[in-house]
């Protein structure tokens, strides 16, 4: 018992010992009255890491007598699945078996697919968690035939009688009598953003350092980055990786890129990057977006810390290409029109086959013929301006000479 986890040790077996999560397992949550009600369906908990979403999974799988299996999507494999699903030829008319997917958000569309039969059959009951928004992650066929329930950030509050537990523990433990003032229990679910998990390992370690008292100084002997990495500071290292890519400094974009992933930032990182190659490097390095593509899916199938490779190289490809912002700022101003409520009318030779007069392009020399497509309201008007690179200044070139 040396070598186990404090967090797990002290592991809630009942819903009165998970913290923060009121509105889902305190006597009038959702989840809690459901299972009271002798139902229980298939869910998606998502929210922060560190919430108790594991631990509810157990507390559920405990009460309703099913055979509890665990898979982590970053490591597990279509074969893992059959494997659970193969001991439903055992189980089935029995109580059936609620398989719990941690990070689902890392299967694919095909791994997600192999549920649906045993889901809809009553074999399998699945919960599965993720840090991010199911709706960009889980398939559409999964969701359908799931609850959703977010895990909220866990206040220092709500922290205070897990570190007090952990106190406690450590102390009979060990055979010593330390303490630590609400004060310092406070500073601690601080620091850990919300994180029962890394409130437990800060408690513990500074448990370890200190004499007879715990004070803020021992937690502070510790690195608390990663307790500290809320929401402010996400947007902040997405925003520094993406300015340094702007701004052509690939050793800046390598750091915050690092920092990020770090983190635990794999997907919102894979977001920003492509985000950064149409945004910024767009039509100068049109490329650079299916370059970039490939890196972010070669990541999300290898998971850290070998992702941190093709996204390296996404981001010093992206920060050391040609830059142009000439596509956002022609859809930015074509948007400011419409939204103005210009172009209503748009040109009946460009609507249905049975208006007459299009003309079309390819019947012509050079595959291009003069005729009306912007709404008369917006004649002469020019959204896109060509960048001052090679790529745009060539094909600028290209059709001016084709349009005379």
């Known amino acids: 018992m040396k070598n186990a986890q404090l967090a797990d040790l002290l592991r809630p077996e009942d819903f009165d010992g998970i913290v923060g999560q009121d509105h889902l397992f305190g006597e009038r949550g959702v989840v ?9 369906t298939n869910m ?10 594991t631990t509810a999974a157990s507390i559920i799988a405990k009460q309703s007598g099913m055979t509890f299996r ?20 055992n189980l089935f008319g029995a109580d059936g078996i609620l398989l719990y997917l941690d990070e689902i958000q890392y299967f694919n569309r ?19 968690s993720t840090t991010e928004n199911p709706h960009f992650f889980v398939y559409n066929a999964i969701l359908s035939r799931s609850s959703l329930f977010e ?7 709500a922290l205070h009688p897990v570190l007090r537990r952990a106190l406690r523990y450590l102390n009979e433990e060990n055979g010593l009598e330390k303490t630590a003032s609400d004060e310092v229990c406070r500073y601690i679910g601080h620091c850990a953003r919300g994180d029962v998990r890394h409130s437990i390992v800060l408690f513990e370690n500074a448990y370890h350092t200190a004499d007879s008292e ?4 021992h937690v502070d002997s510790f690195d ?13 290292l997405l925003s520094c990786l993406q300015k340094s890519i702007r701004g052509s400094d690939p050793d800046a974009a390598v750091f915050y890129l690092a920092k990020l992933l770090q983190s635990g930032e794999l997907l919102s990182v894979c977001r920003r990057l492509q985000v950064i190659a149409s945004e910024d490097v767009g039509l100068a390095y049109p490329l650079a977006a299916v370059v970039t593509r490939s890196c972010c899916e070669s990541a999300k199938e290898l ?9 390296a190289n996404a981001a010093i490809l992206l920060a050391t290409s040609p830059k142009s912002n000439a596509a956002d700022m022609a859809v930015i101003a074509a948007t400011e029109a419409a939204k103005a409520g210009k172009g209503i009318n748009v040109p009946l030779h460009l609507q249905s086959p049975l208006f007459k007069g299009y003309k079309y392009p390819h019947d012509y020399e050079n595959h291009y013929v003069a005729q009306q497509y912007l709404p008369s309201d917006l004649l002469g008007t020019r959204f896109y301006q060509p960048g001052p690179n090679k790529t745009e200044q060539a094909a600028a070139e290209y059709w001016k000479k084709i349009k005379g």
């Not at 895990?151 to 509050?157: A, D, I, L, Y």
């Not at 608390?224 to 902040?236: A, I, M, R």
Request: aromatic share 6%.
């Open 110 to 128: 095909k791994q997600q697919q192999s549920l649906l039969e045993y889901m809809e059959d009553g074999r399998i009951t699945l919960i599965a």
């Open 151 to 157: 895990f909220k950030t866990v206040t220092p509050e």
């Open 44 to 53: 998606i908990f998502y929210g922060p890491p560190g919430t108790g979403k």
């Open 303 to 311: 998971g850290m810390p070998e992702a941190q490779i093709p996204l």
């Open 214 to 217: 715990i004070l803020k100084e």
């Open 70 to 89: 665990k898979l982590n999507a970053t490591s597990a494999s279509l074969s893992d699945v059959k494997d659970v699903i193969s001991e439903t030829s």
């Open 224 to 236: 608390t980055s990663v307790g500290n990495f809320n929401d402010d500071t996400h947007y902040d």
């Open 32 to 40: 809690r009255r459901m299972l009271v009600g002798g139902r229980i």
